[in-house]
């Protein structure tokens, strides 16, 4: 049987959104994409949803051409020890948090590294990843890694030294907006709106103003000006945001956020 040009180690939440998305774009067929996951039930039944193949030794692993690393961070070397010596892989891509591309390239020396840091919306096809490319990767691999993610949503190339920064913004970034929904959520309920009607509100709310940001190219504070009129309702509420300090507090929490990527990485 021909060698598949691209295996995913890790079925788990990331791993398998990514496999469904790249299946349904046709970014390879499913034929020439295998995954590697130790929980049979689980590999079985993206088996056979997805028709990819299933790697029944890790060591197989190193005969395709890319290599997608997608387990938990703290299980990367048993993964690196159990493939073994990699004899046809050229190109690893890797979605664990923290893990710097020095470890990588030492884990694998003959392949180009890539690191990546996809965030969850990622598993809606919504998704923005941040990447940064080990020395010698070629233009077609850069090529190849950005078709994978666009399948998922945007891609942005950065340094390796800004990952902790891209950590604490579109990483972390979908809890903070949870909790800002769940807040404007209990807003409308505590104005007299059911629930279900203020949930639908809030979150096409904020969908739509993101979606008129960007369709528009326009700067938020543009946005925010225009929908104050004097004396109105939205200048009400912004008052009591600003009082309360919610870009100080938003401002905080990125920078939390970042202090802690900084920590873990050096733990
Ligand atoms: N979730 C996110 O939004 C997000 C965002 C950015 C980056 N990431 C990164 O993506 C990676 C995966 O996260 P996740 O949320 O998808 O985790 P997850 O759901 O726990 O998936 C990891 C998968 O790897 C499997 N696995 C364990 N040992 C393995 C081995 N030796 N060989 C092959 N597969 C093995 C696990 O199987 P078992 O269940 O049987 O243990 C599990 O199915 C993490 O490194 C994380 O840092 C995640």
Known sequence: MERPLLSVIGGGAMGSALLRRWVAVGVYPAAQMALREPDLDKAVALQQELGIRLLADPSQAGESEILFLAVKPQLFPAVVAEMGRLSATELVISIMAGIPLQQ???AFPKQKVVRTMPNT????????TAISYGPGVTPMQVEQVEKLFRAVGEVVTVAESQMDA??????????YLAVILEGLIDGGVQVGLPRPIATQLALQTLAG???LLQQENLHPAVLKDRVTSPGGTTIAGIQALEQAGVRGALMQAVRAAYER????QGS
């Not at 919306?121 to 923005?128: F, Q, R």
């Not at 891209?166 to 809890?175: E, K």
């Not at 990527?261 to 873990?264: K, V």
């Open 104 to 106: 990588l390239q030492q």
């Open 121 to 128: 919306p990622a598993l809606v096809g919504a998704g923005i």
């Open 166 to 175: 891209v950590t604490a913004l579109s990483g972390s970034g979908p809890g």
């Open 209 to 211: 103003t993101a979606a």
């Open 261 to 264: 990527s900084c920590q873990l």
